[in-house]
């Protein structure tokens, strides 16, 4: 029952700015998950690539992380 008071004072309206706010900031933070998964396996890769002395594939790696900067 206090939960559903408490839910009541978060989001007073169903499409009120608060309720559109988090909804906005879960959608962020799903995408800054990703992006850093994305990014933790491309220097993966490349650290793969320096030990093993792979030097075309170190140069592809770090284009590909330079690009993601972008």
Do not use: C
């Not at 994305?38 to 770090?62: E, R, T």
Request: hydrophobic share 55%.
């Amino acid at each position: 029952m206090k939960l559903v008071k408490l839910l009541k004072i978060a989001f007073p309206r169903l499409f009120g700015r608060e309720t559109l706010s988090i909804f906005a900031l879960s959608i962020l933070l799903v995408l800054r998950t990703l992006l850093s998964i994305y990014i933790s396996d491309i220097n993966g890769s490349i650290v793969k690539a320096i030990v093993g002395v792979n030097f075309m594939n170190f140069i592809k790696q770090v284009k590909k992380s330079l690009f993601s900067l972008i």
